[in-house]
């Protein structure tokens, strides 16, 4: 066949801005693809609601990709391990209650998952803003990454959302915009961001998913952005809690949808 790069650039063009506009509203946004947010996006997904995540890089996959110091290996603990045996990915107990995986199949398994499921990516974005109304967070505000990264000066878009989750990780992005623009306080201690302490596996794993919750009313934080916002420590390179709290605020949020369309 004859192409012709006019149908392919309009292709490209028609079907992007058709999914960007499906999903100017949405049911959950999540923003961050590590491993909680892709954990998070699938579980909702799979259950029918409707999700975009929205990440900053081109790839998703977060700190998982590199796994300790560039060695792209990952380990999690038993829990943790249910999730990725799962959803398919090669596990090896190292030692009773520690399973390695490699980082690779790990992350594109948990990508192609959470899209088979249902997930709407859209990478290359970043959330500079949230969406408030007097009593919640209801969306989110929208730019290219590369706006942002070269300081040109390009008003944002804005997509609605029931529930947004912070999974951006050790930054806790969007939470830390809540707590310096929108009135009112965190759930958290002192009323704002704790920071994120230095490393202890134990803890911070537990931590991780303990501190999986509603940080303001709309807002839930996941994974790394969990620990960072409620003070607790950062764990290294162990994914298990990642993945159980990307769960959490998951079944968390369904029981919140489930509960608004019974009412």
């Keep these: 066949m004859d192409l012709d790069e006019r149908v392919i650039s309009k292709a490209i063009v028609s079907r992007f801005f058709e999914r960007l506009t499906d999903h100017l509203e949405n049911d959950v946004v999540i923003v961050g693809g590590g491993p909680a947010g892709l954990v998070a996006g699938y579980v909702l997904a799979d259950a029918g609601v409707k999700v975009s995540l929205f990440d900053r890089r081109l790839s998703l996959g977060g700190g998982m990709w590199g796994g300790g110091m560039l060695f792209n ?3 999690v603990q038993s829990e943790g391990a249910r999730i990725l045996d799962g959803l398919g990915v090669s596990l090896r107990e190292f030692e009773p209650g520690y399973y390695t995986a490699g980082s690779v199949e790990a992350v594109s398994t948990l990508i192609s998952s959470a899209v088979r499921a249902g997930v709407t990516v859209f990478n290359g974005m970043v959330a500079e803003d949230v ?3 007097e009593d919640r967070v209801i969306g989110l505000v929208i730019n290219w990454s590369t706006v942002e990264a070269s300081g040109l000066l390009v008003d944002p878009l804005a997509v609605r959302s029931d529930f947004i989750i912070d999974a951006t990780g050790h930054d806790s992005n969007v939470t830390s915009t809540v707590e310096k623009k929108v009135p009112g306080r ?7 961001v704790e920071g994120e302490k230095s490393l202890w596996c134990e803890r911070a794993e537990k931590l991780t998913v303990d501190n999986t919750k509603e940080v303001y009313p709309g807002l839930f934080v996941a994974g790394m952005s969990a620990n960072a916002v409620f003070g607790g420590p950062r764990m290294g390179p162990i994914f298990g809690g990642m993945l159980l709290s990307g ?3 998951a079944k968390e949020i369904l029981l919140r949808l489930n509960g608004k369309k019974a009412s």
């Design 131 to 133: 969406v408030m109304r």
């Design 73 to 75: 290996e990952i380990v």
């Design 186 to 192: 965190l759930l958290t201690e002192t009323g704002k």
């Design 247 to 249: 769960e959490k605020a």
